[in-house]
């Protein structure tokens, strides 16, 4: 069965800080999908990366960037030089391509406080 | 080329009344989840529909609840007889086949009153 993990409840940081968002997945296939959304406190999902099982290429956008790790099954991702706009509940998620389609299974998400 | 448009946002209703959700996917995708958002929690998977079939409603509490993707129309969940632990929000995605690629609605928050 398919679980993601994430440790971390909720994390506060001062504007600038470097802030590392671990996430941790079970899964028995080995073609699945890891993503990362953010909600922020107008409740909408926002995807921000989708990542393959096969691409363990480290990733990075802007001040965002994520570590793949299948020997470790984490897919964490960092957010570098934080700002208040970053303040929100991010959720990282893992799919498979299984018999039943590629349902999304979440994890419970952590808090992210930006304070300036 | 619109995204996943969920109606109504926000819907209040009384408990014991019915409460309907719909989601229209993206133009081209004829896979559509639908996810609970109890407060304070994560989102969990509910129901996986195409057009005209539940493709695994694993998900789903037994009772009260229903959903549908008719072959014309938006996907529909269906809350019968609601009570205050319906309280949520329930997000719609939608994708093409098989590509373990998603488009989440703006979700509709239930408040059972």
């Known amino acids: 069965a398919q679980k993601v993990t994430q440790a971390q409840t909720e994390i506060s940081v001062v504007e600038k800080e470097d802030v590392t968002l671990d996430c941790v997945y079970e899964t028995r296939d080995t073609t699945y999908y890891l993503f990362w959304y953010k909600q922020p406190p107008s409740g909408e999902l926002v995807f921000l990366i989708r990542?393959?099982?096969?691409?363990?290429q480290n990733e990075i956008s802007g001040r965002y960037s994520w570590n793949f790790q299948k020997s470790t099954s984490s897919f964490n991702f960092t957010i570098t030089a934080s700002q208040v706009v970053d303040s929100a509940v991010y959720f990282c998620a893992l799919s498979e391509a299984g018999e039943y389609g590629n349902k999304l299974v979440f994890g419970a998400g952590t808090i992210l406080r930006v304070k300036s | 080329n619109a995204g996943v448009m969920q109606n109504p946002r926000h819907l209040v209703r009384r408990r014991g009344q019915e409460a309907r959700l719909r989601c229209s996917p993206m133009?081209?995708?004829?896979?559509v989840y639908w996810y609970r958002q109890l407060p304070e929690e994560g989102l969990k998977f509910m129901v996986y529909l195409q057009k005209e079939n539940i493709i695994d409603e694993s998900g789903m509490p037994k009772e009260r609840f229903s959903a549908e993707f008719p072959k014309e129309g938006p996907s529909i969940l269906r809350i019968q007889q609601v009570v205050r632990g319906d309280s949520a929000a329930y997000f719609c995605?939608?994708?093409?086949?098989?590509?373990?690629?998603?488009?989440f609605g703006s979700g509709t928050r239930l408040t059972v009153v």
């Open positions: 990542r393959n099982s096969f691409d363990e």
């Open positions: 995605a939608s994708s093409p086949p098989g590509q373990g690629s998603y488009t």
């Open positions: 133009k081209g995708h004829s896979h």
